[in-house]
């Protein structure tokens, strides 16, 4: 089975703090993706990356960073997280077709 | 951008076939539509794909008609454990460059 998994289920941080929020998968899978997740608002698409070193902003990328340094991990980054930013994020990996998505982390910035 | 709609909420009683119509009338030529099913605390997981016509799996079917401006999802005989938030995303494959999840449809089973 496909397994991607994320480095917290549940995260708390501060305005103004850097977060990183790591994401990784065991299926080589080419392509992974970051989402926030709100209330109302469905996925959003924030960044995805279709090779290693490689990105592409999706819908929302204003304060949010990306690397991909190996191809099984993919990291979010907040540079400097604002209450704005507290939300669901969610990580998918995929080869062609499916979307495989780990659990979730739920961020609160406080 | 293809935009989806789809419904906020659905009530079906547990035995019945549940229809969820998804909305996108902006769909490009190299889209696919898919649906997902979300739990909740858990990571959507992938129901079904397609482009025309009609396909059909283990779980469900999908309809998507000739001009493709929007498609159903069906599924037969629902129990209480399809209660849960389905997603209609339109994207191009394999890069998914443009795709658009959804605001989801909410589908409660009832006993």
């Known amino acids: 089975d496909v397994k991607v998994t994320q480095s917290s289920r549940y995260l708390v941080k501060r305005t103004g703090e850097k977060v990183f929020l790591e994401c990784v998968q065991d299926?080589?899978?080419?392509?992974m993706f970051w989402y926030r997740q709100d209330p109302g608002l469905g996925l959003r698409l924030i960044y995805f990356?279709?090779?290693?070193?490689?990105?592409e902003k999706g819908d929302i990328p204003e304060g949010y960073s990306v690397s991909r340094e190996k191809k099984e991990r993919f990291s979010l980054i907040l540079e400097s997280a604002s209450t704005n930013q507290t939300s669901m994020y969610l990580c998918?990996?995929?080869?062609?077709?499916?979307?495989?998505f780990g659990p979730g982390t739920r961020l609160t910035v406080l | 951008l293809a935009k989806t709609t789809q419904p906020i909420s659905m009530d079906s009683y547990e035995g019945q076939e549940v229809n969820i119509t998804c909305s996108h009338n902006?769909?490009?030529?190299?889209?696919?539509i898919t649906w997902y099913q979300q739990f909740p605390s858990q990571g959507p997981r992938f129901i079904i794909q397609?482009?025309?016509t009609k396909v059909t799996n283990e779980v469900a079917s999908l309809f998507i008609p000739a001009d493709r401006k929007s498609s159903t999802l069906s599924l037969p005989r629902v129990s209480l454990s399809d209660t849960a938030v389905y997603y209609c995303?339109?994207?191009?494959?394999?890069?998914?460059?443009?795709?658009?999840f959804g605001t989801g449809t909410k589908l409660q089973v009832i006993p």
């Open positions: 998918a990996s995929s080869e062609v077709e499916e979307q495989f």
């Open positions: 299926m080589d899978h080419e392509n």
């Open positions: 990356s279709y090779d290693v070193k490689m990105k």
């Open positions: 902006n769909i490009a030529t190299n889209d696919y």
């Open positions: 397609g482009y025309k």
């Open positions: 995303l339109v994207g191009d494959l394999p890069y998914y460059q443009k795709v658009t």
